[in-house]
C-alpha cells in the first residue's frame, strides 16, 4: 500500500467513523428527549392518582 492508498482509506474510515458518531449523537438526542417526555408523563400520572386518592380519603 503505498501513501496515497493509505491516505484515502485513512480519511474514508475517519468519514465513516464520523458520520456513524453524528447518528450516535442524534439518537442519544432523541433518547433524552424520549426519556423526559416519560418522565412527565409518570409525574402527570402520579399528580391524578394522588388527587384521586384524596378525593377518596375525604368521601
Do not use: C, H, K, P
Not at 482509506?9 to 449523537?25: C, K, P, S, V
Not at 433518547?31 to 368521601?59: A, P, W
Amino acid at each position: 500500500m503505498n501513501l496515497q492508498e493509505f491516505e484515502s482509506q485513512y480519511r474514508n474510515n475517519m468519514d465513516e467513523a464520523l458520520n456513524e458518531l453524528q447518528t450516535a449523537i442524534l439518537l442519544l438526542a432523541q433518547v433524552q428527549n424520549t426519556i423526559s417526555l416519560l418522565g412527565s408523563y409518570v409525574q402527570s400520572l402520579s399528580q391524578t392518582v394522588e388527587e384521586y386518592i384524596n378525593t377518596q380519603n375525604l368521601e
